[in-house]
């Protein structure tokens, strides 16, 4: 598979230009202020104009229809620090790596670029694979990791921020919801074949049985790519569950879910919920193949508040009318501001530094509204359930209160 390697420098752009999109309301720092000699006393690439920091996602293979998005949002979030003058008075450099929707070159390309390029941060991963394969890499040359996806919790580490939900504030807030709503009692697992779909349904298995007091009645996993659901479909048909609960990523969402309206399993007699889909993935189903279930996620592009209309608006100007926006791409736009935030704060560069600053920042202006980073690097936020349309955007019938978040729930280990 073709690796690639790209460097990207943002030229000034108008500030006022930028207002008119709608810039998060921050601060902006003067670098006389702060002395290269001062803020990075640990050798990363900072100079008096300019800091260089890292973004790896997958480009290509087939987690890229999921990771494009976080790509874009953390360019526009950086495009849009860049106007107001950088990071301590620095323009941000973007060093580009492609992981290729494999994780040991995940592994190997978050190495160079915390041991040769000495980037400040990096913005990137989308798995739990790639994460965990980044994540001794990570802590061993003590790098700072800003991971924007949803996942199954029961991890923390000084080097990660994560700001995506972990399984309190998704897997168990949603599978609360559709009990409640449908009197569902009877679950059907499904998931990719890796860590994250494996722990989340062991998570949702000790949730339905213990808790909801239900029953799963069917347990099943496939390779990433899979393309062929029929005999799972067979398998749905006969075991008649009360609800679908899907946690298929990838490019495997667009075989499965038009396998399923063409069997005709659609939301007029069944009831499906998932936690992997997102407008991103939609724009490769189609909506058409979905209208009607449902996705527990924290941000949905419908959400009717202005940080979000600013920032629809901004990233539709940017990457066109016809993109989309969904919930680990605005989790991804957060990473370079909560970044902005903490070194600003910290007044340094330094990582250990940045990771004792970040607890506590407040990001008002964030698209799916306010975020607080908690001493454990996840944040507060809200759940939310969304179910789809046609045209690819979901309505969002329930938003929870900020849920604070727990990535070591008791009795789900």
């Known amino acids: 598979m073709k690796m690639f390697r790209t460097v ?48 790896l996602h997958s480009a290509t293979g087939t987690m890229a229809i999921s ?9 526009l979030a950086i495009e849009q620090i860049n106007a107001m003058g950088g990071v301590l008075g620095r323009k941000i450099k973007i060093i580009v790596e492609d992981g290729a929707s494999d994780w040991p070159t995940f592994a190997e390309k978050a190495k160079k670029l915390l041991v040769n390029d000495k980037v400040a941060a990096v913005m990137g991963c989308w798995t739990s694979a790639s994460r965990k394969a980044v994540l001794p890499v990570f802590e061993k040359e003590n790098g700072m990791l800003y991971y924007p996806t949803f996942y199954e919790g029961l991890e923390q580490s000084k080097n990660v921020i994560y700001t995506g939900q972990e399984a309190t504030q998704q897997i168990i807030a949603g599978l609360d919801w559709i009990a409640k709503e449908k009197k569902a009692k009877t679950f059907y697992l499904i998931g990719s074949d890796y860590i994250w779909p494996r722990t989340s349904n062991k ?5 339905i049985e213990n808790v909801l007091k239900g029953t799963v009645v069917g347990e099943e996993y496939y390779a990433l790519g899979h393309t062929q659901f ?27 879910y038009k396998q399923l309206k063409a069997a005709g399993i659609t939301s007029d007699k069944q009831t499906l919920l998932t936690i992997s889909v997102t407008e991103d993935e939609v724009l490769g189903i189609g909506g058409e193949n979905l209208v009607g279930f449902y996705s527990a996620m924290k941000y949905f592009q419908s959400l009717d508040n202005e940080n979000n209309k600013k920032f629809v608006a901004a990233f539709k100007a940017k990457y066109g009318a016809k993109s989309v926006i969904g919930d680990v791409t605005q989790a991804a736009y957060l990473g370079p501001w909560l970044w902005k935030m903490a070194v600003e704060k910290a007044g340094s560069f330094d990582i250990d530094k940045v990771a004792a600053a970040s ?12 975020v607080k980073l908690h001493p454990n690097h996840h944040l507060w936020s809200k759940l939310r359930i969304g179910q789809w349309s046609a045209d690819g955007q979901a309505k969002v019938l329930y938003e929870s209160g900020l849920i604070e978040p727990d990535p070591f729930p008791k009795g789900y280990q």
Not at 67 to 75: D, F, K, L
Not at 203 to 207: D, E, F, N, P, V
Request: hydrophobic share 40%; proline share 5%.
């Open 8 to 55: 990207i420098r943002f030229a000034t752009t108008s500030l006022c230009v930028l207002l008119i999109s709608g810039l998060p309301n921050i601060a902006v720092v003067a670098s006389e202020s702060f002395p290269t000699a001062k803020v990075n006393t640990t050798g990363l690439a900072v100079t008096d104009t300019e800091v260089t920091v890292g973004q």
């Open 67 to 75: 990771e494009t998005g976080s790509i874009q949002a953390e360019q």
């Open 203 to 207: 998570i949702a298995r000790k949730h």
């Open 230 to 256: 029929g005999s799972l479909i067979n398998k749905i048909k006969l075991k008649k569950p009360d609800v679908i609960y899907a946690i298929v990523v990838g490019g495997s969402n667009v075989s499965f």
């Open 359 to 370: 607890p506590g920042i407040e990001f008002k202006d964030a698209p799916e509204g306010y």
